[in-house]
């Protein structure tokens, strides 16, 4: 008899079907696993000795072959331990019943003892079975809390493989887990982000107007400044108007985090849009995927919100021209020796920059001493390819002592929660405009999205091609405008865009 079990191979975001079948004679003894198992796969036989025993169980004496279907896809990772053990098991009549096997998904690594260790990974495991009809997934405790956001689809939790023998010989009940409430989840968590309020910079408006419009949808903003413009503040408090993720967003995000094994029992999924800062002296690899493996890094652990670049200057030239196709084409492609993988990458990014190496360029109190070369030197790390996929280009200037606010209260300052508000409000409006596409942002839209859903009346679209002309301005960077001024408008609760929202959008490029 050859017995067939299903499991799934994980290659960072792609899964794909693996049928685990095992063929017991009498010939000569022998364990063989064969169709392109890598090392760990391999070493499961050892695992499984050790953990059959410790369940009251142990491999026949006889010739095990396991065959891992179909060909022409590599399996890695200790993830068939246990598929591959419910095989045997079920080839050696001590599982009766086949109810359970047929429509599940076996997968995980076993312990010497026979416990289910637990695993990264788990949520697009679940996500592909749930996607591809199967009833139920068996898994470690630890990993249910992560699994049990996905509806339809049993989530089973077995401690060991003993445990697994009597639930499939139906001498245990099945140990479903409750699905996971998002909502409730996400408002019992204690928000790490928002140590920092917009209400505590009593500031800096120009830049908090910038920085709320940066927020409502994806748009690419450059602050240039000197030292003492209380630049750490405003990018840490950006993260507090941020708007809260749905369900799906929530999912999508989690499942690179998870292939990237940054879930655990405490974070289990994503609730907060990701924030991610690099320091400047980042690799382009470590930005882009991470060496062979191809394991997906910030711009992508940066989806579907925002990357913070602080001192952009400082950067090599050649890490940051990695990010333009990422930023025109929302996602990126890693090729390595043995494979290809692509992984989504729709963040806004956020680039902070002094004005010259010496940083005192804008500052009206010291004075600059840096020659025109060096400036230009400086300066020409941004290339202007990369500098045109940019939508808001501000000056943030110093804030002098004589400014600094010792305030009783800031009841008379707007707070994060108020420009949140406004932020999501915006997001809705968008959401309702792009429900009938695959868009969620106005910085998604295409050059024929723009036509169809960012019409100008002629006295608009005349001021916008005159600053055009103007400031000698680039095609891109023309729609870039509408998209801007779009969002703006957005902001206004204003259906069309009007005259002063193009105005305020070019305002933003004219030192580009």
């Known amino acids: 008899m050859i017995s067939k079990i299903n499991s799934i191979a994980v290659n960072w975001l792609e899964s794909n079907i693996i049928e685990v079948e095992v063929d017991i004679n009498q010939w000569l003894p022998a364990f063989t696993i064969v169709w392109l198992p890598d090392?760990?796969?391999?070493?499961?036989k050892e695992r499984l000795r050790s953990a059959l025993k410790s369940s009251n169980s142990k491999l026949p004496t006889s010739r095990i072959i396991v065959n891992l279907a179909p060909a022409n896809i590599k399996k890695s990772w200790p993830s068939f331990d246990l598929a591959i053990a419910v095989a045997i098991l079920h080839n050696k009549w001590e599982i009766?019943?086949?109810?359970?096997?047929?429509?599940?998904?076996?997968?995980w690594e076993l312990a010497l003892d026979g416990t289910l260790r637990k695993v990264s990974w788990v949520l697009p495991s679940v996500i592909w079975a749930k996607q591809n009809w199967f009833k139920r997934i068996f898994l470690p405790k630890e990993n249910v809390l992560e699994a049990s956001i996905i509806p339809w689809i049993d989530v089973i939790w077995v401690e060991n493989l003993e445990d697994l023998i009597k639930v499939l010989n139906k001498q245990k009940i099945l140990e479903i887990s409750e699905q996971m409430d998002f909502s409730k989840y996400k408002k019992d968590l204690i928000d790490i982000?928002?140590?920092?309020?917009?209400?505590?910079?009593?500031?800096?408006?120009?830049?908090?107007?910038?920085?709320?419009?940066?927020?409502?949808?994806?748009?690419?903003?450059?602050m240039s400044w000197p030292p003492w413009s209380w630049k750490t503040m405003l990018s840490k408090a950006f993260s507090s108007i941020l708007p809260d993720l749905t369900i799906d967003e929530a999912i999508e995000i989690s499942k690179i985090y998870s292939i990237s094994w940054l879930l655990d029992n405490e974070n289990p999924i994503i609730t907060k849009r990701p924030f991610r800062t690099v320091h400047h002296t980042a690799s382009a690899v470590s930005i882009i995927g991470w060496w062979r493996n191809a394991?997906?890094?910030?711009?992508?652990?940066?989806h579907r919100w925002v990357l913070f670049l602080d001192e952009v200057l400082e950067f090599n030239k050649s890490v940051l021209e990695v990010l333009r196709q990422p930023l025109e084409d929302w996602n990126i492609t890693v090729t390595r020796v043995n494979a290809s993988f692509n992984y989504p990458a729709k963040f806004s990014l956020v680039w902070a920059m002094n004005p010259c190496p010496c940083w005192y360029l804008t500052d009206p109190d010291k004075e600059c001493i840096c020659s025109v070369n060096q400036i230009k030197n400086y300066k020409s790390k941004l290339s202007w390819p990369l500098i045109d996929r940019v939508d808001i280009f501000i000056e943030v200037p110093k804030v002098k002592t004589q400014d600094f606010k010792i305030k009783d209260d800031y009841d008379d300052v707007e707070d994060s929660n108020t420009i949140k508000s406004r932020v999501e409000k915006a997001r809705k409006i968008q959401e309702?405009?792009?429900?009938?596409?695959?868009?969620?942002?106005?910085?998604?839209?295409?050059?024929?999205?723009?036509n169809t859903f960012c019409k100008?009346?002629?006295?608009?679209?005349?001021?916008?091609?005159?600053?055009?002309?103007?400031?000698?301005?680039?095609?891109?960077?023309?729609?870039?405008?509408i998209k801007l001024a779009r969002t703006i408008a957005d902001l206004d609760w204003v259906a069309?865009?009007?005259?002063?929202?193009?105005?305020?959008?070019?305002?933003?490029?004219?030192?580009?």
Not at 96 to 107: A, G, K, R
Not at 432 to 450: A, C, G, P, V, Y
């Open 39 to 44: 090392q760990w796969v391999q070493e499961s």
């Open 193 to 222: 982000n928002n140590k920092f309020d917009f209400k505590y910079i009593v500031w800096q408006k120009q830049a908090k107007r910038a920085l709320e419009i940066a927020a409502a949808w994806g748009h690419n903003i450059i």
């Open 432 to 450: 309702d405009r792009f429900k009938q596409t695959n868009l969620i942002s106005n910085s998604e839209m295409t050059t024929k999205q723009i």
């Open 295 to 302: 394991k997906p890094w910030e711009i992508s652990l940066a």
């Open 456 to 481: 100008l009346d002629i006295e608009t679209t005349k001021v916008l091609k005159q600053a055009v002309n103007t400031l000698n301005l680039s095609a891109r960077a023309y729609y870039r405008v």
């Open 96 to 107: 009766d019943f086949d109810e359970y096997l047929n429509d599940s998904i076996f997968l």
């Open 496 to 512: 069309g865009i009007k005259v002063e929202h193009i105005l305020e959008a070019l305002n933003y490029r004219k030192n580009n």
